[in-house]
């Protein structure tokens, strides 16, 4: 598989973060993480574990096809 072809996961983490009212920070603090580790997963340039993602999945009430996807 080339990079060309490489899958990327992409999400709705801010669109839902704003839909729960939430500051990333805030969505930070729920989750045990950094508010710039938010804002990374949010620009798609940090991709979460599978424990973080469970946890964002919970904190915004998303399953996880809701909050990622691939293109």
């Known amino acids: ?3 060309k072809d490489a899958l990327v996961l992409h ?3 801010k ?3 704003l839909q729960k009212n939430l500051s990333q920070t805030q969505l930070a603090e729920i ?3 950094s508010r710039q580790t938010i804002s990374n997963i949010e620009n798609e340039e940090f991709y979460p574990s599978a424990k973080l993602s ?3 999945c919970l904190a915004l009430d ?3 096809e809701e909050l990622f996807y691939f293109d």
Do not use: A, E, Q
């Open 31 to 33: 989750v045990g993480v």
């Open 11 to 13: 999400n709705t983490m």
């Open 15 to 17: 669109l839902s973060r």
């Open 54 to 56: 469970f946890l964002l």
């Open 62 to 64: 998303k399953k996880f």
């Open 1 to 3: 598989m080339t990079k």
